[in-house]
């Protein structure tokens, strides 16, 4: 008796976790417009935003800094992944000192080593890339759970593994509300979509392309005009 | 300020990573330099990028650039490493600034009348935002980018004059310049996007 009730409850844990998967994946959800007044737009807004490197973090800065009545606005809490040092020393310089109503908080993602390292020195990187980046996402990601929050990414291929575990906090926990990733493909990106911008098509709540001609190809995708 | 924005002014970028040696060559040249100098030029500041220092500084003595003092504050121009190098051009009445890198690229882009840059979107974006003419150079020396594209793109939009490095090419394009207007880039602030992002997070 005691089985059969173990194998009812594992189906049922098994069928909700399928359909909470469906839930999750963005494909399977309608962003509509809906009413554009039913919904509150005040309150501080939680933001994280990957600052990948050299020209991602370029677009990146541009992108914060366009939007900033929305992004920077006062109250704000930014969450600030970066890689490399450069790009958080250009990231306080450009945005963080000229936005002092906002609270900044920098978070390092490690980086996977792939310059001269052996088999397993390499496993063992991308291991620990993957833990230590999901201690950091869950962190985030519990303190941004309940209230108004955005995720922003740009790439490169760290933004893979951040916007997956967004997404796997938010499948495994039924009560986490919608991770919200927006991802904008690169300027230079014309005719076809970067490696993560093909990953992240499938996962990020809002795809956006800054050429036109991409959304042809890729229905999912928005086009509001070049963002950067 | 005022001073240095009566000096009319071209700006020569390479982008901060890889040099740009066609590129440069062409700047440097006698032909170019004295057609920017019959445009009314009087100062060509050039970001040669990483690792050029030697290169450019032997171009500047074979051209027989009189070393002299830049006229402009390392505070506008915002040199962190070395690479500073100075030289007047005699015979087209030119001041030539060389440097390696700089942090004050937007401030170099605001004393500008002309921006010739290599592909990338970065340095394509610092002078389109700033609204300052450009002319886009391809590095068709690099494999595996998107420049040929991107130049293209930008050139079928009318908001850049697109052309490859050589002289005869750059020379046309600095000819049209000065007599053709380009399409104004579109600002970069959406509406639509704005909300979209606010019913993502508000809801």
């Not at chain 2, 590095?139 to 697109?162: C, R, S, T």
Request: glycine share 8%; hydrophobic share 45%; charged share 20%.
């Amino acid at each position: 008796m005691n089985i059969e009730l173990l194998c009812v409850v594992l189906l049922v844990v098994y069928v909700v976790y399928i359909v909470r998967l469906i839930w999750v994946l963005p494909f399977f959800r309608s962003y509509g417009s809906g009413n554009d007044e039913s919904i509150d737009r005040r309150g501080p807004l939680n933001v994280f935003v990957f600052l990948g490197s050299g020209g991602h973090t370029g677009e990146m800065l541009r992108l914060v800094e366009n939007y900033k009545k929305m992004v920077l606005a006062k109250g704000n809490t930014v969450y600030v992944g970066y890689s490399d040092e450069k790009s958080r020393i250009q990231f306080i310089q450009q945005v963080a000192s000229e936005n002092e109503g906002c609270r900044f908080e920098y978070r390092r993602l490690k980086k996977a080593r792939e310059v001269n390292a052996g088999l397993f020195t390499s496993l063992v990187s991308v291991l620990q890339t993957l833990v230590q980046s999901l201690a950091v996402i869950f962190k985030v990601s519990r303190a941004m759970s309940g209230k108004p929050h955005l995720v922003l990414l740009n790439g490169p291929g760290t933004c893979c593994v951040i916007a997956i575990w967004f997404k796997v906090i938010e499948w495994l926990n039924l009560f986490q509300p919608s991770s919200n990733i927006v991802y904008v493909e690169s300027l230079a990106r014309i005719t076809s979509l970067s490696l993560t911008g093909k990953l992240l098509y499938w996962i990020a709540d809002l795809f956006i392309v800054q050429w036109e001609e991409l959304c042809l190809t890729h229905p999912r995708a928005k086009y509001y005009g070049v963002l950067v | 300020m005022i001073l240095a924005m009566a000096v009319k002014t071209v700006f020569v970028t390479c982008g901060a990573t890889v040099p740009f040696p066609q590129l440069i060559h062409v700047v440097l040249g006698k032909a170019l330099l004295e057609r920017l100098s019959d445009a009314g030029f009087r100062r060509v500041i050039v970001q040669y990028g990483k690792g050029y220092e030697a290169e450019f500084r032997k171009r500047l003595n074979a051209l027989e650039c009189v070393p002299a003092k830049c006229s402009l504050a390392d505070s506008t121009l915002g040199i962190t490493a070395t690479g500073l190098c100075c030289g007047f051009y005699a015979p087209g009445a030119l001041e030539v600034i060389g440097l390696e890198y700089s942090t004050r690229v937007q401030d170099i882009v605001g004393l500008a009348g002309l921006v010739i840059s290599h592909a990338g979107t970065g340095s394509i974006l610092d002078s389109l935002r700033s609204g300052k003419p450009l002319i886009v150079c391809v590095n068709d020396k690099l494999m595996d980018n998107h420049q040929q594209q991107i130049a293209d793109k930008f050139k079928q939009k009318g908001y850049v004059w697109a052309c490859k490095p050589c002289e005869s090419e750059v020379s046309e394009c600095l000819s049209r310049s000065q007599s053709e207007t380009l399409i104004r880039f579109p600002q970069a602030y959406s509406a639509r996007f704005e909300n979209d992002l606010k019913r993502l997070a508000f809801s």
